[in-house]
């Protein structure tokens, strides 16, 4: 069966389409639409990944009726096509209907309705069983938790490093510096973090924090600087960490799904339905004070450091 899934979003929302596309690899063969950095994340589990903001795809959003003759999609034919669109006039079902005559078509909202408490993970396998597609939405769950979705570069098999992520592409969802400052003291501090490496990552949204963090690193102990590394560095990074702490981040779902023991802040988004999913993975939520999320990460610290890679 020739599968076309269209799902934009940003890097976590592509690789929590990761644990669906994994469950149905080998059993369709899937043409997967969505946007970069994520469909890098997932290339090897799908038959070809497109980036939706390329030529032709445009044509999806058309009001008008498409002319006589008009310009295809970049994929011409499919068994079956599932989208995931808010697509409240129908414009979308419509002309995906018009594009294929002879296919299923399947248009869903991208995400669960927020007082529906159900991983967004989970809701996307559901949503692809409800079209026919042959998967289980728990044991797509069950697998993504006890067992890496994204291996690591065969270079980064030794943990040597702690890597610290204190940004995320919404600003509600972030701790201040200050708070990271007093993390990563305490990670300095403690005998069992000697023998790590501190790395600090920074993506496009932290790239004016970074001369505060350089203001602070410890002469003793340097810490090294990531700014924006590109897919294969990242994935060397986390593949090489002992420990990965971060916010609701895009980041976080790579650590968590690559293996990597992490510890996840939550402050504005809902764990249930956002939290990152993998092996080693502990989610941090709901705390009255500083002091009470500062003790509850220093907790999380020291028991996901003793995790082997």
Not at 142 to 158: F, N, T, V, Y
Not at 275 to 291: C, E, F, S, Y
């Amino acid at each position: 069966m020739k599968l076309l899934m269209i799902r934009p979003g940003a890097l976590g929302d592509t690789l929590l389409m990761l644990p669906a596309l994994t469950e149905l690899r080998g059993k369709t063969t899937i043409y997967f639409v969505g946007r970069q950095p994520g469909l890098d994340y997932i290339s090897d589990a799908v038959f070809r990944a497109m980036d939706l903001e390329r030529a032709g795809w445009h044509r999806l959003f058309l009001e008008q009726p498409f002319p006589s003759g008009s310009s295809p999609l970049p994929v011409s034919d499919a068994d079956r096509v599932l989208a995931f669109f808010k697509d409240e006039e129908g414009i979308i079902l419509q002309n995906l209907k018009r594009f294929f005559p002879k296919a299923e078509v399947f248009v869903f909202p991208s995400f669960p309705p927020k007082f529906q408490r159900i991983h967004v993970a989970r809701y996307l396998a559901e949503c692809l069983a409800s079209a026919g597609l042959p998967l289980n939405s728990h044991a797509v769950m069950d697998e993504a938790a006890g067992s890496p979705l994204i291996s690591a570069p065969c270079s980064s098999r030794k943990r040597d490093c702690v890597v610290f992520h204190p940004g995320s592409g919404d600003l509600k969802k972030n701790h201040s510096t200050e708070f990271w400052l007093h993390i990563f003291q305490f990670c300095s501090g403690t005998d069992r973090f000697s023998q790590f490496k501190p790395t600090l990552l920074l993506g496009p949204a932290e790239i004016s924090q970074k001369a505060f963090f350089e203001s602070w690193t410890d002469v003793q102990r340097p810490m090294k600087i990531l700014l924006c590394p590109k897919k294969e560095h990242l994935l060397r990074v986390l593949g090489s960490a002992a420990l990965y702490l971060g916010h609701d981040s895009g980041i976080t779902h790579l650590s968590g799904l690559m293996g990597t023991p992490t510890v996840a802040l939550f402050k504005e988004t809902d764990p249930v339905q956002w939290g990152p999913l993998g092996p080693h993975v502990q989610i941090i939520h709901r705390w009255k004070t500083d002091r009470k999320l500062l003790e509850l990460v220093k907790t999380a610290v020291s028991t996901m450091a003793s995790v082997e890679g």
